[in-house]
């Protein structure tokens, strides 16, 4: 089985990539290596891979031409496309870059799809999908009308137009809620890079909303392992869905909706603690207000993953942030 990732020399894309390389699938990917956080992370990252004969094609999803000549050349069985502008807050700044490679990238992934006979389709959304939504957890079968950043609403989009073509073209999409993931080569615009490199330097770390603030942390481990499971049971009608009283999460055509979350919050400040307890730190704390875009609180119910692939996210705090402080101080060449 042949499987095109997209975003492969991103955070979770690369640590998807080797362990798909190391279960024995041809793995092939592409990223554009953008700017927008260290290329030399990103480089990094993809000379791993290209050890392991890691195919990877620097180009951008917007360019329809080049992506429907990978889907062309390569043939995949699977495409997990993961590739994408992240950040919430990057939103607030730079709007357009979000339009043109989550819309208009995805949209050209859903052509290349189309076209090749693509068996599986699985794709990254976002916990901040929900949004306004204070009913906690978080489940799949909620509403999510009410985005607070444009982030979110182009990730609810994709949501939809894969649902549009599982109904055109009986196309098999996954699409998976992350929420708030870390571990070892993570993004350094992510609060667990920047917070441990402040403490690690002794300078002040931005706790928004002072602090009050809690998070459904989800080692990037537990992803891969979620994603692992559904590159071989692709999405499949659900035949009890109505439209009389339709469930956003599946459909009477080939399509569904997962969250993958620790289904347990965690406390911005005892997350923080976790750090400083590596570090063995105390970190210099400026208290701000909750920052636009931003919500309190996300807590992912995850029952019907648990269900379909018998899995579920369980990473302890504490071991995942010594995991990520471990990496950090090594790739940095930093003793404490």
Known sequence: MKILITGTAGFIGSHLAKRLVDN??????????NNYYSTQLK?????????????NYNINLEDSEKVMSVFEKEKPNVVINLAAQAGVRYSLEN??????????????????????????????????VYGANTTKPFSTSDNIDHPLSLYAATKKSNELMAHTYSHLY?????????????????????ALFKFTKAIVNNESIDVYNHGNMMRDFTYVNDIVESIVRLVEKPAIPNPKWSGDNPDPSSSYSPYKIYNIGNNSPVKL????EAIEKRVGRIAKKNYMELQAGDVPETYANVEDLFEDIDFKPDTKIQEGVDA?????????????
């Open 269 to 272: 400040m005892e997350f923080i």
């Open 324 to 336: 990520f402080v471990d990496w950090y101080l090594d790739y940095y060449k930093i003793r404490l």
């Open 170 to 190: 009986d196309l098999p999409t996954t699409g998976l809620r992350f929420f708030t993931v870390y571990g070892p080569w993570g993004r350094p615009d992510m």
């Open 43 to 55: 480089k990094d990252r993809l000379s791993i891979l290209l050890k392991n004969q890691i195919k």
């Open 95 to 128: 709007p357009h870059a979000y339009i043109t490679s989550n819309i208009n990238g995805f949209t050209n992934i859903l052509e290349g799809c189309r076209h090749h006979s693509v068996e599986n389709l699985i794709y990254a959304s976002s916990s901040s």
């Open 24 to 33: 024995n699938y041809e793995v092939i990917g592409i990223d554009n290596m």
